[in-house]
């Protein structure tokens, strides 16, 4: 089994890997006329630009550019504090012009090798960084797939979206700004990392180049072209960054597509939300929030568009539903897996539940 790469062979010892195969394998033997039908369940579009970008973010993670810029940003940040709140900011700001997760492949990677350097707490960071991009990317329809999904179904302008979730993106940052400013130091950056890595311009040169038409190609609507290009370059310039990618991370968004849909397909589901009175906004709302911390933001906003026409409220809930549980928003998963931490879901519920509970009494206040 040495062959077979390492991300798939760890999956043995991933508890939450494991949970979502055993729900499968429940679905599989109650209603086993439904198998031939779970390729369907998995939106292959996002699996394809997940692996495309997997690559390219391997790729410049290895080439060396992520150390470098993170030695030029120590180089310039006076305090673990003005660190913290550059990198959450950031990572935020980011996401509201991109999508939350190509924010994490972007900024986490970056982060890990800004630790590594001044040995800065790099779990808290990711933690912080993963509540940034949900809150920073529910302002725009570009955001996230909820807010997508949200913003096709019902045409809204661009202008009139953000407007709309403008104050609670913005308490939002508000809160998140303060609470790290908190719980990061004022202490002087320590570099323990005097030897530079080696820059490989070559292979940067190469995912510089490919990572804008892949993303064009993913936007479009046509990743899997994107991914396929990819694939090609990379499969004969360096093999190398093909096996070391995270195959079990995309494995493991494969069974989620796969048990969340089934469970948001079940008629006990759905019979229950019909009772539920979605049309009080208030309803709506907390339905949202907490749906998405069992089924995840995105699966709820498909399901409850079923049984209300009131996007904003249904926005602002699924999107505070981000926060909370690490089921909330994939974007979570993904922070964790970059991570790489065993122990890092302690820390994330520790600061992202309370977060949770603050937001959703704000929005429901503000409803």
Known sequence: MSWFPESLRNLRRDVFFLVLLGVALLFALTM???????????????????????ILTKAVEESGALAHAGRWLIDRTSTRRVAALGLVAGTAFLSMLLTNDVSLF????????????????????????????????MLTPIGNPQNLFLWQQWGIGFGGFVW?????????????????????????????????????????SVAAALYVPFLFLADAHHAAWGLAGVLVVFAVFRPK???????????????????????????????????????????????????????????????????SHDWR????????????????????????????????????HLWSVPFFLVMGAVAWLLL
């Open 106 to 137: 972007v900024m986490v990677p970056l982060t890990l090798s800004i630790c590594r350097i001044a040995r800065m707490p790099a779990t808290r960071l990711v933690v912080f960084e993963a509540l940034a991009v949900n809150a920073g990317s």
């Open 164 to 204: 709309a979730m403008l104050p609670i993106v913005a308490i939002a940052m508000v809160l998140l700004l303060a609470l790290t400013a908190v719980a990061f130091p004022a202490t002087r950056l320590e570099v323990h990392e005097h030897v530079e890595n080696g820059l490989d311009r070559r292979m940067l």
């Open 241 to 307: 960054i093909l096996a070391a990618i995270d195959w079990g991370l995309l494995l493991t968004f494969v069974l989620m597509f796969i048990d969340l849909r089934m469970l948001a397909g079940l008629g006990a589901v759905k019979g229950w939300l019909g009772a539920l009175d979605l049309h009080q906004p208030h309803h709506l709302f907390a339905t949202g929030a907490l749906a998405s911390q069992v089924v995840s933001n995105v699966p709820a906003a498909i399901l409850l568009a079923e049984y």
């Open 32 to 54: 086993p006329s439904r198998v031939a039908t779970w390729p369907s369940l998995v939106d292959w579009p996002t699996i394809a630009a997940l692996t495309g970008l997997l």
């Open 313 to 348: 409220t249904l926005a602002w809930g699924v999107n505070i539903g981000g926060f909370g549980f690490i089921l909330g928003s994939l974007a979570n998963l993904i922070a964790l897996r970059l991570l790489g931490e065993k122990n890092a879901w302690g820390t994330f």
